[in-house]
């Protein structure tokens, strides 16, 4: 437990231990602040309120062996954020708030060797976020009189869904060779409404259904980790995508290095990136259901060398980065 400025609080207690063969590890952490005002007040005269803050963080893990080399794993994440907030970043506001839950749960089945390792991990997430902006206060308008635009009232509410599940793994064929793999399928969907009065009037955004706004994207990768072999060494990788949004997409790595001596090696890295818009850059209120994938193609060359204990290093690196387009585009 912790006391400091501004009011601050931090607690937390935890439980850990093993019955036979089930362990557990229970921790609880909790922090609750008066603050200062998220708002900067630039005249200093001005007497902007405290925007305070409580977050609540739970975290369960559970696990049993049912072998030396088998066992099962439950995890838990709950996080609760509550803050207040302002109407702008010099704008004061006594009433806009914040509320964030997120939940995670996850379980995974392990199996393990000297030379194999596999995993099979099924994880839920939820995610709510709400902001609201009462109408005792309007901020806009209680510092400047005479303001051409201020809210009076406004709602938001986000709801994020994700299921995800990974089938991963590694084998080592020598003490040189090695490989990683896996598989992975990801859905996702969204619900978000958003409502605001201003001196304008009245505006109700297109409530964004989690019917339409959802999406499921499949994917195996492989890599080839070559290491040692004379002072060479190399990983080679490629992923594949199959997206239901934005169809099929290939990535790739190729990183070659080698060991001049024990403490200097030379390096190149090679590789492309593919990145698709979020949900939320999508379909929320600012977002753009025309928005495009973003490409990369990258390139490195280097030299990387370190003292005799390890403690300090030496890193030059000259690189490019092609990037199709620079942001996000529309589609045509």
Same mark, same amino acid.
């Given at each position: 437990?912790?006391?400091?400025?501004?009011?601050?609080?931090?607690?937390? %207690?935890?439980?850990?231990?093993?019955?036979?063969?089930?362990?557990?590890?229970?921790?609880?952490?909790?922090?609750?602040?008066?603050?200062?005002?998220?708002?900067?007040?630039?005249?200093?005269?001005?007497?902007?309120?405290?925007?305070?803050?409580?977050?609540?963080?739970?975290? %369960?893990?559970?696990?049993?062996?049912?072998?030396?080399?088998?066992?099962?794993?439950?995890?838990?994440?709950?996080?609760?954020?509550?803050?207040?907030?302002?109407?702008?970043?010099?704008?004061?506001?006594?009433?806009?708030?914040?509320?964030?839950?997120?939940?995670?749960?996850?379980?995974?089945?392990?199996?393990?060797?000297?030379?194999?390792?596999?995993?099979?991990?099924?994880?839920?997430?939820?995610?709510?976020?709400?902001?609201?902006?009462?109408?005792?206060?309007?901020?806009?308008?209680?510092?400047?009189?005479?303001?051409?635009?201020?809210?009076?009232?406004?709602?938001?509410?986000?709801?994020?869904?994700?299921?995800?599940?990974?089938?991963?793994?590694?084998?080592?064929?020598?003490?040189?060779?090695?490989?990683?793999?896996?598989?992975?399928?990801?859905?996702?969907?969204?619900?978000?409404?958003?409502?605001?009065?201003?001196?304008?009037?009245?505006?109700?955004?297109?409530?964004?259904?989690?019917?339409?706004?959802?999406?499921?994207?499949?994917?195996?990768?492989?890599?080839?980790?070559?290491?040692?072999?004379?002072?060479?060494?190399?990983?080679?990788?490629?992923?594949?995508?199959?997206?239901?949004?934005?169809?099929?997409?290939?990535?790739?790595?190729?990183?070659?290095?080698?060991?001049?001596?024990?403490?200097?090696?030379?390096?190149?890295?090679?590789?492309?990136?593919?990145?698709?818009?979020?949900?939320?850059?999508?379909?929320?209120?600012?977002?753009?259901?025309?928005?495009?994938?973003?490409?990369?193609?990258?390139?490195?060359?280097?030299?990387?060398?370190?003292?005799?204990?390890?403690?300090?290093?030496?890193?030059?690196?000259?690189?490019?980065?092609?990037?199709?387009?620079?942001?996000?585009?529309?589609?045509?």
């Amino acid at each position: 437990m912790a006391y400091g400025s501004y009011n601050t609080l931090r607690a937390g %207690a935890g439980i850990n231990g093993n019955i036979d063969r089930f362990s557990y590890n229970l921790n609880y952490s909790r922090i609750n602040t008066d603050g200062f005002s998220a708002a900067y007040d630039s005249l200093g005269s001005r007497g902007f309120d405290k925007d305070g803050l409580r977050q609540d963080g739970f975290q %369960a893990n559970l696990g049993y062996r049912f072998s030396p080399s088998v066992t099962i794993n439950y995890t838990n994440n709950y996080g609760f954020f509550k803050a207040d907030a302002d109407g702008g970043a010099y704008q004061d506001d006594k009433d806009v708030e914040a509320r964030i839950k997120n939940m995670v749960n996850s379980i995974s089945i392990n199996y393990k060797t000297s030379k194999t390792a596999l995993y099979l991990v099924q994880s839920f997430i939820n995610s709510d976020r709400y902001f609201d902006n009462d109408s005792t206060d309007i901020g806009a308008l209680r510092l400047d009189p005479q303001a051409s635009f201020y809210t009076k009232w406004s709602e938001n509410n986000l709801k994020g869904r994700s299921v995800v599940t990974d089938l991963y793994g590694s084998h080592d064929f020598s003490s040189h060779i090695s490989l990683v793999a896996g598989l992975q399928h990801t859905f996702q969907k969204t619900e978000q409404t958003f409502k605001s009065i201003s001196n304008y009037g009245p505006y109700d955004a297109v409530p964004i259904g989690e019917d339409s706004a959802r999406v499921s994207n499949f994917s195996g990768y492989a890599s080839v980790l070559f290491t040692d072999l004379r002072g060479f060494n190399l990983e080679l990788g490629g992923r594949l995508n199959n997206n239901t949004l934005y169809g099929n997409n290939a990535t790739f790595t190729f990183n070659p290095s080698y060991s001049i001596n024990a403490n200097t090696r030379v390096f190149v890295n090679i590789s492309s990136g593919y990145n698709v818009p979020t949900l939320y850059q999508l379909y929320s209120e600012y977002g753009n259901r025309d928005l495009a994938p973003e490409k990369s193609e990258n390139y490195e060359l280097g030299v990387q060398s370190f003292t005799n204990d390890r403690k300090n290093s030496l890193r030059l690196v000259a690189f490019k980065r092609y990037k199709r387009p620079d942001h996000f585009l529309h589609r045509s």
